[in-house]
Structure formats: C-alpha cells, structure tokens
C-alpha cells in the first residue's frame, strides 16, 4: 500500500516541507466516511502502522475501529477490510464495482504500463490477457506437461536427498519451484538463471520490496523528490532494466525458434504466446510482443513466490504437530501401498491431506493482505459511502485467524476442523480467503492445492523426518517476514531418514 522502508525518516522530512507550504485536502462533510482512527495532519494515519507487521497494525486497529475501517495516508485513503461479511461485500457481493487495482509507479514500471493481469486496472485487455492466461497457461493443455516437470522435479529431489544429513527444505522448495516454472513457461533451457545481470532469486526478491510503492505514491510531488534522494527511483529503473533483459533474451531465443516445426508437446508458454502474437484470431484479438512480456512478469512473479511459501508453511506446521504427521503419513502410504515411483504417487483420495494443506493456507496465507483492489465508482457499504478510487485492503491474515469465525482454536493449526465441511475451498466462505475472490482471485487457485499436495505426499511417503539436530518439534520457529508475501523468516531445515517399511 505503498509505504517503502525508509521512510521514517523520509516521512518526517516530507511532514516538515509539507506543512510549510501545502495545507490537507479535507473531504467533503457531505459523505458518511467509515469508521478511522485519529490523524495527524499530511500524514495522516501513518504513525499508526510503524513498528509491526503490516497486517498486524492493521488488524489490531480494526478491533477498535471495526471491520470497515479508513485509514489516511498523504492523500490516499484506503479501506481496510476485516471481517468475512465485509469482505463478501467487497469480493462478491459488489465485485464489479471493486474490482480494479491501485496504480503505483513501481506496478507501472514493472508491467510495461499495466499490460499484465495483477496489476492492471480493471479493463477489457486485463479481460483478454486473463482469458489468455486460463486457458494457455494453467489450463488442461499446459497442465500435462507441468504435471510431467513437477514428477521428474520431484524426483531428482527425493533421489539428491541423503539418509541422515541436515537438508535445507525452504531452498530446495524455491529452486524446485523456479525450475518447473521456468521449465514449463519458457522451455528446456531456462533453469531459472539469467545468463547475465543479477539472479533470478535477487530480482524477486528486489521486485517484492520495491512493489510495496515509494514515499511519491502516497505523497505526490514532494514524495517524488524524495523517491529520488534516497535511490528509490534509480533501483526502480535497474530492476526493470535488469528484467527487461532477462525477458527479451527469453522471448528473442523463442523467436528463433521455428514454432511451426515444433511439437505440441515441446511447445512452451512463451512458444504459445509468440504464435498467437503473429496472427490474428477469428475474434480479431491478438497479444503484441509488450503483452507477451507482461505476461512473462507476471508468472514469474506470481507463480515461485506464493507456491514456495505454502510449501514451506505447509511442511513445517506438519513437522511441528507429530499427532498431524503420523496421521498424515498413515493415510499417504495406507492409500499408495508400496510404489517404487514418483509418477505412480495419487493424491485424489488423501483426505487428510487435503485438510492439511487447507488448514496450511488458513494459518499462513502467503499473500496476508492479497493484492489490493480498487473501487470504481462511489458506493455504499453498510451505510458508508466508498468513493471511488479508493484502493481497498482486505485483512485474509486476521480474518482467518479470527477466534470469532473460528472458534477458541483458531490460533492451534488443527487440520481436523474441516472434518465436515470436507478438503475442497467454499466459494462462498470468506472465512479463509488465501486466493481471495470475485473476478480479481487467483486463476490458480484450484491448481496451486494440488500441486502442494503432491509435492508434500512425496516428501512423506519416502521419508521420515525430523527437525534438525537439537530442535524439539514443538520448539520450530515459527515467525514469519514479508509484507506482500509472508514467508517463514528461519529457514526450514529438517532431517529426512529412508521410511523403512514393515515386512
Ligand atoms: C499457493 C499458491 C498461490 C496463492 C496462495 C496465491 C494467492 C493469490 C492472491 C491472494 C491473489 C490476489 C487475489 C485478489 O486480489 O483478490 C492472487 C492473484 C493472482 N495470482 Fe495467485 N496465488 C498462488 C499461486 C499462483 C500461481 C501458481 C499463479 C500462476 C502463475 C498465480 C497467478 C496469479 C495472477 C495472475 C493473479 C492476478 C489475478 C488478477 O488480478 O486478475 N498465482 N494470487
Ligand atoms: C536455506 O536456504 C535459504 C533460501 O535459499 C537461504 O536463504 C538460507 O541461507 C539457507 N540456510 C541454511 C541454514 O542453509
Ligand atoms: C481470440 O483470443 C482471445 C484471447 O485469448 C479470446 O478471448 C477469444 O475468445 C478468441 N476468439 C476466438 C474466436 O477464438
Ligand atoms: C488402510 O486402508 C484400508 C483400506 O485400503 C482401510 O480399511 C484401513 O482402515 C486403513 N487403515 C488406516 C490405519 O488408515
Ligand atoms: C488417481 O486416482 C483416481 C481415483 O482414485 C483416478 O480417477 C485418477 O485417474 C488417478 N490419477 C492418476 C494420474 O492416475
Ligand atoms: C506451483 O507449484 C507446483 C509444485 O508445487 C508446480 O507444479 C506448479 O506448476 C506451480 N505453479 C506454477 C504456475 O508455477
């Protein structure tokens, strides 16, 4: 929501300049606003987010302010989300007038001026381009031959791991996750790495600081200023330099390539994209080469991120609860029996595990306050007016973690609550919503489970595991770190030993 790391600092600095020379825009009286908290002038609510977690600050002032709540910063003025009721208003109920996104210069920069899906404001191109990425990228067609890469990822993994030996599970989730995604987007020779510039790894994880927005989002004019002396502006422009190289030299190689000669099977994403960008199809649509770029951005920012964190968050919530592993263990091998591959391991009917890996991305959602929306014109919720361009938070960490939706263990990570209400995500719960909802929700969030499942039944069924040298389960560390992306802040180390089976 755009407030970037240095800013106390710079904060205090655009306060003084500010209240010399500029007064506070005041809102009309006209209009009931939500509920907020007391402000100071120019900056608004902003002291009131400093020193905790984002989603933290947030939630806690939704307790004393309610589920509908505005906070003032510079001259924006978001609305936070904190209750299912509220967010079915906002991912249902009023979906087509929310269904926008904020703009923000690190956004516009990083998409080719919002040609992508996430960040791009609600448009019939976002339409197209989503369409586009349904149906070429996680549809059936692309789903073979990614189920193909996951097994053979998979494998190499399990046969690289060491009976006895201390491994690094969070390591091996995301370089697992960065090779099956470049593999399967952009072919046999991309294992992830950029053959000059910074790594893929850097890139990311440069893209997930900066995407949070600089002071000049929040405070314009002034905040510009400052974006430029603190070099937040010049690492703007070398991480969009260094990924423009890195997605030219992938989409020049495929255009080398002669697509017509190449196999269905051997196709890839980016093969897929270029034919569809060189002829028009019947409804007169086609991507041009920036679309196809955009594109790019956005898997590669999507898809590694998110997926290794819920592998992580998974694994290690497992690990903490032995009553969850040994359950869990016995349903993985009791349903597969002795196999001697990866590619014969089906998890259709793991119940259990399913639950497992629901309960995983309650506790953990790895985007804590997903991907903010936008309102496009004025409306009301509750009786509050919500002008428009209001970009809006929605709370998913709280609200699903909230004793009130969950009951008085909503804090224990305890798979066995979904007993009845079965592994499959409600479309109409917004109790949990790690994909959030409406039209803006993740178009992977049917594919994403499953892979996680799979990833995890494997780990399982060939290994028994436990904590590194030392450790006592209960003792995991278990902080997270991230504000876009809530990661596990230690890394995951754990020791696998072979499963040795009876008999
Ligand atoms: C466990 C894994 C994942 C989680 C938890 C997750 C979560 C999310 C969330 C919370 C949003 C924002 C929803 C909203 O604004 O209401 C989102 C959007 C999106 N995700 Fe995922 N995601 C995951 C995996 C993936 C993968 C593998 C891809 C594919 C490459 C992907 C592609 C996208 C795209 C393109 C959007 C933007 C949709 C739009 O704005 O129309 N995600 N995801
Ligand atoms: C484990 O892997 C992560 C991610 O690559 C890395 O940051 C960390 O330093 C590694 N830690 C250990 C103890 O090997
Ligand atoms: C043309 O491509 C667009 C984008 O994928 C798609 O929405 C549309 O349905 C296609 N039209 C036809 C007739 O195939
Ligand atoms: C193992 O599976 C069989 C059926 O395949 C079932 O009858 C039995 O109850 C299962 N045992 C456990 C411990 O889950
Ligand atoms: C997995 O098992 C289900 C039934 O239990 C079956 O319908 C499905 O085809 C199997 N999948 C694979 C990949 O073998
Ligand atoms: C998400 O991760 C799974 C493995 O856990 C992988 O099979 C899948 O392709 C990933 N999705 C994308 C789009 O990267």
């Keep these: 929501m755009g407030i970037s790391t240095e800013w106390p600092l710079i904060a205090a600095l655009v306060l003084l300049i500010l209240s010399i020379f500029v007064y ?53 003025h978001f609305l936070i989300i904190s209750s299912p009721e509220m967010a079915k208003q906002v991912l249902k109920t009023q979906d087509h007038i929310f269904c926008s996104r904020p703009k923000s210069r690190a956004a516009q920069r990083l998409t080719y001026n919002y040609l992508d899906i996430a960040f791009s404001p609600y448009s019939g191109h976002w339409k197209e381009m989503r369409k586009l990425m349904v149906s070429e990228f996680l549809g059936p067609k692309r789903a073979k031959l990614s189920n193909h890469v996951l097994v053979t990822e998979m494998e190499s993994i399990i046969n690289s791991l060491s009976p006895n030996t201390e491994v690094n599970l969070s390591n091996i989730f995301s370089e697992m996750l960065e090779h099956i995604l470049c593999k399967v987007a952009f072919g046999n020779n991309y294992r992830g790495e950029p053959q000059m510039g910074p790594s893929l790894k850097v890139m990311l994880s440069e893209t997930s600081e900066l995407i949070n927005g600089g002071v000049g989002d929040i405070f314009p004019v002034l905040g510009f200023f400052v974006d430029h002396l603190s070099g937040w502006n010049r690492r703007l422009n070398d991480l969009f330099k260094n990924l423009d190289v890195y997605i030219d030299k992938i989409v020049d190689d495929h255009l080398k390539d002669n697509v017509e000669e190449i196999s269905e099977e051997d196709k890839d994403f980016v093969h ?72 014969e391991m089906n998890t259709t009917k793991m119940t259990y595990l399913k639950m497992v890996v629901k309960e995983t991305l309650r506790l953990h959602p790895p985007a804590p306050l997903l991907v903010p929306h936008e309102s496009l014109s004025h409306t009301q919720i509750d009786g509050y007016d919500i002008l428009p361009n209001t970009p809006v938070i929605i709370n998913a960490w709280g609200i699903a973690r909230d004793p009130s939706n969950w009951g008085e263990n909503a804090a224990e990570f305890y798979p066995d609550r979904f007993e009845n209400v079965g592994g499959d995500f409600g479309a109409d719960g917004f109790e949990m919503l790690p994909f959030g909802g409406g039209r803006r929700s993740c178009p992977a969030k049917k594919t994403a489970p499953l892979n996680v499942e799979f990833v995890i039944a494997n780990l399982l069924y060939w290994f028994d595991w436990e904590p590194a040298s030392g450790t006592k389960c209960e003792d995991l560390n278990m902080e997270d770190f991230g504000t876009i992306v809530l990661g596990k802040k230690v890394p995951l180390c754990l020791v696998p030993t072979k499963h040795k089976w009876k008999n």
């Design 24 to 76: 506070p825009k005041r809102l009309s009286k006209a209009y009931k606003l939500p509920p907020s908290p007391p402000k100071l002038p120019i900056l608004g609510n902003l002291h009131q987010l400093l020193g905790k977690p984002r989603h933290e600050a947030l939630w806690q002032l939704s307790k004393q302010y309610g589920p509908l709540m505005q906070l003032h910063i510079g001259s924006k």
């Design 272 to 343: 897929t994209l270029l034919e569809m960008s060189s002829k028009e199809n019947a409804s007169g649509y086609r991507p041009n080469l920036a679309d196809v770029k955009a594109l790019v951005m956005n898997i590669i920012h999507a898809g590694i991120d998110t997926n290794a964190t819920a592998l992580t968050w998974a694994m290690s919530e497992i690990i903490r609860n032995p009553r969850v592993m040994r359950k869990l263990q016995n349903e993985i091998r009791n349903c597969t029996g002795r196999i001697q591959k990866v590619e």
